[in-house]
């Protein structure tokens, strides 16, 4: 099992930066993919970045290229996603989430979640 706790949100003003991070417990952190979802408020969660266990061959949701890069550090057990070009509509809870294997772009095929971290951008 991994659990799983989240950083770094907090209010930021558009066009401003914000890096989260996501750090794991438990053995076995490199054989995890991990994704980073939001979800803002009255919709559904979506995801945002997945990264191999080996920190390769990122992906990201069309809305966040060129503006946010997820990477990892399996040293230290964490992954992170830093965020630069902020606007309004990336208001949401952001959560990581891990999975063994390949990462996948569904929610529903993670198995361990964080509890979420609140970015606020104001316009």
């Known amino acids: 099992q991994v659990q799983l706790v989240e950083s770094g949100g907090g209010l930021v003003q558009a066009g401003g930066s914000l890096r989260l991070s996501c750090a794991a417990s438990g053995r076995g952190f490199s054989t995890y993919a991990m994704a980073w979802f939001r979800q803002a408020p009255g919709k559904a969660r979506e995801f945002v970045a997945a990264?191999?266990?080996?920190?390769?061959?990122?992906d990201y949701a069309d809305f966040v290229k060129g503006r946010f890069t997820i990477s990892r550090d399996n040293a230290k057990n964490t992954v992170f996603l830093q965020m630069n070009s902020l606007n309004p509509e990336d208001t949401a809870v952001y959560s990581c989430?891990?999975?063994?294997?390949?990462?996948?772009?569904?929610?529903?095929?993670?198995?361990?979640w964080g509890q979420g971290t609140q970015v606020t951008v104001s316009s």
């Open positions: 990264i191999t266990g080996f920190g390769i061959n990122p």
């Open positions: 989430a891990a999975r063994t294997g390949a990462y996948r772009y569904s929610e529903y095929q993670y198995d361990y």
